[in-house]
């Protein structure tokens, strides 16, 4: 069952031509934070398919997932961490509201963990709001994001979420908006169960770097991500390569 599901999940890699620059659990943002902005897929669904290579103190663990985004201001993506046991990640984002450089946007992540071992089941839910602005004359957008976690077998209530995420460019009349420093910080995880990074103790730390989406053909683009997880804890330190490729028919 679990190479299955690791196969059907890096098989998707091939699937789709299109993808937004996501987090670890394959919606919209930053590192872990989601933002409150989707992939603009014009007046078509725009499909996305990409991958995460993660290693941290649990060892190597890969994420591969696939996103749609639909002209009505709506997300979804599907995402698999495999390590020794595999989760199922799916996500949903609905943009209500964008003007003057503003969005605000719910979401939330229904989470199959351990799947036929346990089969633990988990959900997180947010509101999250993402604003244009500069930083030093660079070109920066910022999220700030609030929500809850869920997980099967623990007590309610017991989990508020927050998280802030900030991504601006690094330089940018030199390397024209070619390079982001990413920075996130949050009691978030990308997952109720993460392979690495796990905000479940205290507050979690993250930076990397974004080669934001560049054409590679008229329709099709990608992007790559570097990151390191959980800078200042004492356990739980990870890091990320992540690409990504996008289509717009």
């Known amino acids: 069952m679990k190479r299955t599901l690791l196969i059907v999940g890096i098989l998707l890699l091939g699937t789709a031509l299109l993808v937004a620059e996501p987090t670890l659990s394959g919606t919209s943002g930053y590192i872990t934070a989601p933002s409150a902005e989707v992939e603009e897929s014009g007046s078509k669904l725009a499909i996305a398919t990409g991958y995460s290579m993660l290693y941290g103190d649990k060892g190597l663990a890969h994420l591969p997932f696939i ?3 639909f002209p009505v201001d709506i997300e ?3 995402a ?4 020794t046991e595999v989760d199922l990640l799916l996500s949903a ?3 209500f509201v964008e003007t003057k450089g503003t969005s605000f946007a719910v979401g939330t992540s229904l989470q199959l963990l351990e799947v036929g071992d346990t089969n633990t089941f988990g959900i997180q839910g947010y509101l999250a709001s993402t604003f244009h602005h500069t930083l030093m004359d660079s070109p920066t957008k910022s999220s700030i994001m609030i929500g809850y976690s869920w997980k099967q077998g623990t007590q309610a209530l017991s989990n508020i979420d927050f998280a802030v995420g900030l991504e601006t460019m690094l330089f940018p009349n030199k390397l024209k908006n070619h390079l982001a ?3 996130d910080f949050g009691n978030i995880s990308y997952s109720l169960s993460p392979s690495g990074g796990n905000a479940q103790n205290r507050g979690l730390v993250s930076v990397g770097l974004r080669v934001p989406a560049f054409k590679l053909f008229p329709s099709t683009t990608m992007s790559f991500d570097l990151r390191a997880l959980d800078l200042f804890d004492h356990a739980g330190r990870a890091v990320s390569l992540s690409t990504a490729l996008t289509f717009r028919p």
Request: aromatic share 18%.
């Open 67 to 69: 996103y749609l985004s």
């Open 80 to 83: 698999v961490d495999a390590k």
């Open 76 to 78: 979804v993506a599907f």
């Open 181 to 183: 420093l990413l920075l």
């Open 93 to 95: 984002k609905w943009r």
